[in-house]
């Protein structure tokens, strides 16, 4: 593929825009093109968006003749108006993605087919950023992996994916009858949006208006038979949050929920808006986890309760929750994150990773019971 390529598609979209588009209202944004497989990035109006959802059939079709292109994936990021922007949460920008996704042949499945084939999902999530939610998600997943049951791993986290980092896997899922097909990786299967886009573009993700990119890494994904999929949620308790729970409300009623805290009183709190997000959706809470728990000096062993041990223990009790288990701050944690294969695998005997499995039993005790 040429530059001299990639420079006549672009005239054959904006050729198509210009024609038969609102005027003005959607520009090229970014353009890629990788074995055949573009990925196109259009910003757009909120009345282009419109024009954009019963066109995309039209501009795919147009794309695909161009010899060198056979699939394709959209997705749209629009500038707000100020006024809309107000009262947003945090870290939305001025963009929103309005869509994504693979669609070959200009459909997204039906609400209906959302993972059909999937038994329960756990969704792991927390009420704020950078309390070690993925990291959970990735070695619980593991271990129920490890456990044998036939496990799935979704990085919903499309404000920041971290599963492609932490499980050391930077292939591109190929495309097979029109939907994506997970990546085969540690004994699981999994998909991130970080699969599909470079960092850079990844951060185009920000916004509350994420509904399109989620559904489509569940219905355009070709999910196998799975006992479970663990669900990396994004922080926080917003339209990411509220979106999944519904769609996967049914899934959800034989997995539920993970919530994960550190013990100080700031990160309880915010875990505390994920435990009623979760109650008014009626999600089943499965429990809470404290991560970072206590810290051990790797060389005199001597431990230190960094962030106030036991307050993710005392505040379930409080909410009437199950508490699953406390992990620890160790380097060993954060090192395997960082290489690529997480502790569950790299280190089975550790202790971190016998407290993981641990947590681990208790979920699939827990997924039974919900079956009786
Ligand atoms: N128990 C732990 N011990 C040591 N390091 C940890 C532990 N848990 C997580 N970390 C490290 O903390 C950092 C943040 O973890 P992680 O990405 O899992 O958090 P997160 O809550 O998912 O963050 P975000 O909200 O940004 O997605 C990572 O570098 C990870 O390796």
């Known amino acids: 593929m040429t530059a001299s390529d990639i420079s006549s598609l672009k005239d054959s979209i904006s050729h198509f825009l210009a024609e038969k588009g609102p005027s003005g209202q959607t520009s090229i944004e970014a353009l890629t093109l990788d074995e055949g497989h573009a990925h196109l990035i259009l910003r757009t109006t909120a009345e282009g968006a419109a024009f954009l959802q019963s066109a995309h059939a039209a501009l795919e079709e147009q794309i695909k003749q161009h010899p060198s292109v056979h699939s394709l994936t959209l997705s749209l990021t629009a500038h707000r108006p100020a006024s809309a922007q107000a009262g947003q949460s945090k870290g939305t920008g001025g963009h929103r993605p309005l869509a994504l996704g693979k669609r070959p042949s200009g459909r997204s499945a039906p609400p209906e087919a959302c993972l059909p084939d999937v038994k329960a999902v756990i969704a792991v999530a927390s009420g704020k950023g950078g309390v070690g939610k993925s990291t959970t998600a990735v070695n619980l997943a593991c271990s129920l992996a ?28 190929t495309v097979e009858n029109g939907k994506l097909r997970p990546l085969e990786r540690w004994g699981m299967e999994t998909m991130s949006i970080g699969y599909l886009v470079d960092k850079k573009q990844a951060m185009i993700w920000r916004g509350p208006m994420v509904m399109g990119a989620l559904t489509q890494l569940m219905s355009d994904v070709s999910w196998g038979a799975l006992d479970v ?140 019971d919900s079956k009786a």
């Not at 990396?232 to 034989?254: E, F, I, V």
């Not at 909410?319 to 699953?324: A, E, T």
């Open 229 to 368: 999929l663990v669900v990396d949620l994004p922080p926080g308790t917003g339209d990411a949050q509220l979106t999944l729970t519904r769609k996967l409300s049914d899934k959800l009623q034989a997995g539920g929920a993970v919530i994960v805290s550190t013990p100080q009183d700031i990160a309880l709190l915010d875990a505390r808006r994920g435990v009623t997000l979760f109650e008014k959706t009626e999600t089943p809470i499965l429990g809470l986890i404290e991560n970072m728990s206590y810290f051990c000096c790797p060389h005199c062993q001597e431990r230190t309760d960094l962030f106030g041990h036991g307050g993710a223990r005392k505040e379930a009790a409080a909410l009437d929750i199950p508490f699953l288990g406390e992990i620890p701050l160790l380097r060993e944690i954060r090192c395997s994150a960082d290489e690529g294969t997480p502790l569950v695998l790299r280190d089975p005997e550790h202790p971190a990773a016998k407290a993981y499995m641990a947590i681990a039993r208790t979920l699939m005790a827990k997924l039974s």
């Open 146 to 173: 490890r456990l044998g049951l036939k496990t799935g791993l979704l990085d919903a986290d499309i404000y920041g994916p971290s599963l492609p980092h932490m499980l050391g896997e930077d292939q591109k899922p």
